[in-house]
């Protein structure tokens, strides 16, 4: 007798769309494996519409080659009552429909927390992959979604051992953890061929290790008019020394027009739009180092094992530090952590245990166990 497992896979915004790509190739993987009465792995793709411009979703489709979602929420833009209520008026009546054995849900974004809440509460096991990340920062909307989605979740994936910690001292028993590794290595891993192949760089006159990749879009850096004009400035000053790429966070664009911050191409300092998967992977591997707030960064950057600064008080991946080539700064401290990270050698760090391309067949193997 052959057994149907149907998942329903989640992804909403931006850092959602490379850890969803692996696990749909290995649902495709597994199903050509099938032999006899085995399982069948069925999925439905939901996109929530959180992300909704071609540069900051359907690019990363195309070049992850993620098939057209099979039911789109179109949610769009707005508070964070109005994205997570409406994720979940808008998906609960496709739970209805699909009755999925389980759901899936990636990361820290609002549709992760959302559609696990509707899942629960239908009495549908929710699966969540880079489950137990903790940065102890309750002002992070990222860090509630993270506690709201691991308290309910049945089955909890984590992509490094601080993850296992952090869920075994909130209460969780051991039989809800999976350490599964990390499933954005997975993504990286099979694109790397394809992101040595852009042009970007050339295009943009730059030389390998000759230029530094700024990223920036968090609320507690962007949303305040005062620390976002000194950051802006200090870009500025940066740019006089070493060329700099920033492709510019819709986020960061609206305050900036907000705050009537004026931003020019002093120097250079190159403002673009955003970028592709391809192309944010060869700037990580060739900039001399990274100037991030995001968390996927941090992460590719370790595996680059090129020098990153993250311009937050806290991570919630402590291990792209202890092990890898990140270091947490901040305004006031910048200079001294520039000089620091020109003054030693251009690539350091070691790469985690289980970042090694294979995780979405360890996401699999522990949802089956669990079905
Ligand atoms: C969201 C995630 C954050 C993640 C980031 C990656 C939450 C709470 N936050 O933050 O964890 O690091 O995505 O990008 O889920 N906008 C556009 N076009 C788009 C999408 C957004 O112009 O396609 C603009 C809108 O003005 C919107 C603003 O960007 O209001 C912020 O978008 P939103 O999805 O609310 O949050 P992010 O800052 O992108």
Redesign the pocket.
Known sequence: MTKNVKLLIVAG???NFMKVAPIIQAIAGFNQQLRGNDTVMEYRLVHTG????AK??DVFFRELGIPAPDVSLEVG?GS?AQ?TANVMTRFEPVCEREKPDWILVVG???PSMACTLVGVKMGIKVAHVEAGLRSFDRTM??EI?RLVTDSIADLLLTPSVDGDEHLKSEGVSQDRIRLVGNIMIDSLVANLAKARESKLISELNLKPGGFVYVTL?R?SNVDHRESLRTIMSKFESLGVHFPVVFPM???TR?MLAEFGITHHEKGNVRIIEPVGYHDSLSLTENARFVLTD??GLQEETTYFRTPCLTLRPNTERPVTITLGSNKLTSVERLDADIANVLAREPKFGTIPPLWDGKTAGRVLQSILEKS
């Open positions: 915004a931006r850092p959180q992300h909704y411009d900051m979703s833009s964070h994205q820290d974004v609002n909307p990222e979604n879009h609320p966070h819709p986020r609206k995001s968390g």
